[in-house]
């Protein structure tokens, strides 16, 4: 009824079209493979791991997987290209090109999704590749 009657007296829209909520959650990849831990949400508030996978139901997740160090090594959907720590990640697990036969070090290298971001693949270091 709040939001009903705060409407009335604007002229603008909501402007999420229906969309489902979003929640940006911080979480140790351990801790997501595992089930384990506690994820963090973008307010400081904690959550289960449990509690998160039901919140997916409803919610458009958002994950920012953190590295040893802290840094990001998942944007999941929310962004295709790879960032600066996610690239550096890929460089330290590969070390030069993937393509068969090819060794060219990463700087000539470009990081590709294995399962496309179009087709729904994550930005992800389980789903990239330099070549």
Do not use: Y
């Amino acid at each position: 009824m709040e939001l009903s009657r705060r409407f009335c007296g604007t002229d603008q829209c909501p402007t999420d079209h229906g969309q489902r909520p979003r929640i940006v959650i911080t979480i140790p990849l351990s801790d997501l493979k595992d089930g384990l831990g506690e994820a963090v949400l973008d307010t400081g508030e904690r959550l289960s791991v449990a509690a998160v996978r039901r919140l997916a139901c409803d919610a458009e997740l958002i994950p920012a997987v953190l590295g040893t160090h802290g840094e990001i090594l998942d944007v999941g959907r929310a962004q295709r290209l790879v960032t600066a720590a996610l690239w550096t990640a890929l460089f330290l697990r590969d070390g030069h090109c993937t393509f068969p036969g090819c060794h060219r070090l990463p700087h000539a290298c470009d990081a590709h999704h294995i399962i496309s971001w179009l087709v729904g693949g994550p930005t992800s270091l389980e789903n990239l590749t330099p070549s």
